[in-house]
């Protein structure tokens, strides 16, 4: 964890331009995690939305001063599959006792 955020991914960098490749999740699009307690970890929202597929990279930013998170987070997972089953109609997602919000982190992506 840097003093900017607390980040889990299983990206590598190519050494020649230091920007994350993914292989596997280059065209699914990232989600926005919404209403997360201040205290939920990187590893507790793997753990929970694993259930839905593998997660390519997880990111809760936190407050440099108090180092909690500033109640949002975003994921991405290795393929589109899993998306569609954390995004079916009505359904609800709770994380350390809170009823969170899914949404894709990048409106045009819809």
Known sequence: ???YG???HNSHYDS???APTRSK???VPKLFIGRLDPDTS?????H???QF???AEAYIPRDSYTLKGKGFGFLTFTHKDSILAVMQPNA?????????????ADMGTR
């Open 92 to 104: 609800k997602h709770y994380i350390d006792g809170r009823e969170v919000v899914v949404d894709y």
């Open 25 to 27: 999740s280059r065209n």
């Open 53 to 55: 597929g593998e997660i």
């Open 6 to 8: 607390e980040m889990d």
């Open 16 to 18: 020649r331009s230091m």
């Open 1 to 3: 964890m840097d003093h």
């Open 48 to 50: 929970y939305f694993g």
């Open 42 to 46: 990187v590893g507790t929202m793997r």
